[in-house]
């Protein structure tokens, strides 16, 4: 993990109790070699970077803040709870509430 040549979406993500995967709806992420984490929904196409030392604890997103929602739900160091092939499940804090998501390849 991750799979350079594979299309990956966002199949849950929850904010709390609050569940908001569909916000993710149309969007496709691929972790590129180069370090760059490419999000795409039609012609729209945004670059951020990711890092990982093996997918073993840390998984660490940024993409620009003015990028706003539901791309930059993403940005943070998250904690890799799943480390299987596909899925793959991440989990943070913030402000105290517990953030999570989980990614397949499509």
Known sequence: FPSHDN???????TEGNLEITSEFSG????F???GV??????????????TSTNFS???????????GAPISN?????QVVNRTATPATFRR?????????T????
């Open 7 to 13: 299309a990956w979406v966002v199949t849950n993500y």
């Open 74 to 78: 993403l940005n943070g160091t998250w």
């Open 27 to 30: 969007w496709e992420h691929f």
């Open 57 to 67: 604890s840390d998984f660490i997103v940024s993409h620009p803040t003015s990028i």
């Open 103 to 106: 990614l397949a390849i499509k």
């Open 93 to 101: 804090t913030a402000s105290g509430v517990t953030l999570q998501y």
């Open 32 to 34: 590129l070699n180069n």
């Open 37 to 50: 984490f490419e999000s795409r929904r039609g012609t729209t196409i945004v670059q951020g970077t990711w």
